[in-house]
């Protein structure tokens, strides 16, 4: 058995960085054959959705916590940039690392609410944190209610994003950054940790993990990665509003991780990837999509429970399956033998 949980392991650490590289080969591709800036805006929008989805990954698929409110933390960050940069004058830098830090406070508040609640409560409690943060910004005030804010300038990191592909660039290479990071975290100590608490978090705590501390971590992180994707969200795109933000939004980026498949970060990119572009290549209202991805949702979960990611692990291990040789000949039985000799 421990033999192969540590083969599981190895495996999961060389999809990971093997996925990373996918990842990228990827974006690079797309870069290359996209013939439009629709094209290019909707992989921007791929980018920004994979890395909120990634922090995600690491509450809901390593962690083993059920949060649904993620685009609530994308909302901090969203707002926190439009309106440092349009109504106090302040950099695009300086306002998504705003965004991030009171990000990071709610997300220590909702972990210290996943400390006393299990399953399907935590997963209420968060959807409910989401629905607070919207209901908020749909008040008239400051941040503009139900007209949102617009006028934001694009993004600005040692220059001014303001065509298509430059944008594209900028967020495909955050989004390897964070990737990156976030494979490093989970390889280590703290994503054994995590891996442990989400198995058996009793049995986590008698071997010496804080699961205090590792729950507010996961949460924290995830909360600052959807931030980030929020901040670059409202640069990105001159106008937001509250409808950017709804709790179905928070399904949504759910959605992408379980089509990739719980724990992978290749698979959060990839399942972004797959929820993006059938939302926009649906026509209409784009409930068909929804239509669409449930389909799809049930039939990885009946075949391949583990989504994407599952599906390359079991490729991976066919391929190391040894063929089967051919059974021995029988051995003919000695000629003398012990008769022989009495006889003699």
């Known amino acids: 058995m421990k033999a192969r949980l540590a083969r599981i392991v190895r495996d999961e ?19 290359l054959f996209a013939s439009n ?23 809901v698929g390593r962690a083993g916590q059920l949060a649904l409110g993620q685009a609530g933390f994308m909302a901090v960050g969203a707002y926190a940039v439009a309106y440092g940069t349009t109504k106090m004058g ?13 990000s990071f406070l709610f997300g220590l508040v909702v972990g210290f609410a996943a400390l006393r609640l299990r399953g399907n409560y935590l997963g209420m409690a968060t959807l409910a944190f989401g629905a607070i943060i919207f209901g908020l910004l749909e008040v008239s005030g400051k941040l503009g209610g139900l007209g949102g804010i617009y006028g934001i300038p694009p993004i600005s990191f040692v220059q001014t994003f303001t065509t298509p592909m430059s944008a594209y ?16 975290y989970l390889r280590g100590r703290p994503g054994s940790e995590l891996a442990a608490m989400r198995d058996d978090e009793l049995a986590a705590g008698t071997v010496g993990v804080n699961n205090t501390f590792r729950k507010l971590q996961a949460f924290a992180l995830s909360a600052v990665l959807g931030a980030v994707a929020g901040g ?19 399904f949504q980026i759910f959605l992408m991780i379980v089509i990739g498949g719980l724990g992978s970060l290749g698979g959060a990119v990839a399942g972004a990837a797959i929820v993006v572009w059938l939302v926009q290549l649906t ?53 003398g033998g012990a008769a022989e000799g009495v006889a003699g």
């Open 13 to 31: 650490q060389a999809t990971t960085w093997s996925s990373g590289v996918l990842v990228a080969l990827g974006a690079v591709l797309f870069a």
């Open 37 to 59: 800036d629709y094209q290019l805006t909707v992989g921007q929008t791929v980018g920004i959705d994979a890395i909120s989805a990634m922090g995600l990954t690491v509450v």
């Open 90 to 102: 302040v950099s695009f830098i300086e306002a998504i690392l705003a965004g991030v830090g009171i």
């Open 169 to 184: 660039w900028f967020i495909w290479i955050v989004v390897f950054v964070f990737f990156i990071l976030c494979a490093l």
């Open 232 to 250: 670059i969200l409202a640069a990105n795109s001159s106008v937001i509003d509250p409808t950017l933000f709804q709790p179905l939004i928070s």
């Open 283 to 335: 026509p209409g209202t784009g409930d068909s999509a929804y239509v669409a991805l449930g389909a799809l949702i049930i039939l990885l979960m009946a075949i391949f429970p583990r989504g994407l990611a599952g599906i390359c692990l079991w490729l991976l291990e066919r391929g190391r399956r040894p063929s089967q040789a051919p059974p021995p000949a029988p051995r003919e039985p000695a000629r």
